[in-house]
């Protein structure tokens, strides 16, 4: 048996006034009804930066600036494997609306770790909470 490709997909962290946007997940998809950073999976032919800018104008309105790469995380559930492409960016036009996922909010750091995420965003959270404390 082949194993499969991992699906790649580009999240974007943006920050703004403090706090993190944070999507949640519509409840009939895979990790339905949890909290993940926005972003979605790559399709045939695009870079990954070219994904999260599509992705993001597709699930929330916005455009960003250019992503800026963060983290690489690779993480096997038992149906299939994702590989988690992190960009730090920001809105450059537009406000955040729900048209792809069930709402949005805006999470300050320290909050992440208690936010339901799917357990591929756990380095990251701790990734992130690490940076804030070195600060």
Known sequence: MAIAEP???AAALILHEGRYLLTRRKADVHLGGLWEFPGGKREP????EECLCRELREELGIE???PAPFQVIRHAYPEKTVE???FRCTIKDGHPRPLGCETLQWVPPEE???MPLPPADRPLVDALISLRAAK
Do not use: C, K
């Open 45 to 48: 032919g695009e870079s990954l």
């Open 7 to 9: 699906v790649q997909v």
């Open 112 to 114: 992440l770790a208690r």
């Open 84 to 86: 988690l492409h992190f």
């Open 64 to 66: 960003i600036t250019a």
